[in-house]
Every structure is written in C-alpha cells, then in structure tokens.
C-alpha cells in the first residue's frame, strides 16, 4: 500500500461523513502535517504517511510544537488509522472494542 492509498482513503471516508478536508501547503514551514480534517464540529491535523513509515524528525518536531499549541495531530498510515482518527478513538485499541466479543460453545 502506498501513501496515495492512505490518502484516497481518509478523502473517500471524510467525504462519507459529511466532512471537509483540505491539503495545505506550508510556506517556510517544513515538517507540517498535509491535511486539515473538518468533521462534526472538529478539526484536526493529518500527516498521511506509508504504512510502517515514520514521521520524520522535522515532522515529529513541527506536530509537537502543534500539539503544545492545543491543536490535533494524527500521523496516519493505515486504514485502521483512517477510522480510528474518524471515530474521536483518543486510543486506537478502542476503535474495535467489543467488536469481536462473542461465545462459543
């Protein structure tokens, strides 16, 4: 999977739930996030990268002086990512709580 699929992604599911999001381009500012997501009264930071790749150090740096403002920031690089940012997760182990709580005899 590759960053463009991440991206389509997040775009397609956004739009679903009747949100907005924007690409931005920074000027003079390296290492900020790529997208703004609007959605159900909130807005929130997105830096979309491949799956298993990191943010960089600049980007690490620049989401941190971000986040010590106030704002949300989401380094999102799968599919689980994409709904779990969507769903208000504050943890993403929550997203699919109880979802596989079943019994079986």
């Not at 990191?54 to 990512?81: C, F, N, P, S």
Request: charged share 40%; hydrophobic share 35%; with cysteine.
């Amino acid at each position: 999977m590759k960053e463009r699929d991440i991206s389509r992604y997040l775009n397609k599911r956004v739009k679903e739930l009747g949100g907005e999001i924007r690409r931005v381009r920074w000027i003079g500012r390296n290492g900020a996030p790529d997208k703004l997501v609007l959605l159900e009264g909130r807005s929130f930071w997105v830096e979309e990268k491949r799956p298993d790749k990191d943010a960089t150090a600049a980007q690490a740096r620049e989401h941190k002086r971000m986040r010590d403002a106030g704002l949300e920031v989401r380094v999102i690089d799968t599919h689980y990512d994409v709904e779990a940012a969507l769903s208000h997760a504050d943890d993403d182990a929550d997203l699919y709580a109880g979802l596989y709580d079943c019994e079986f005899d």
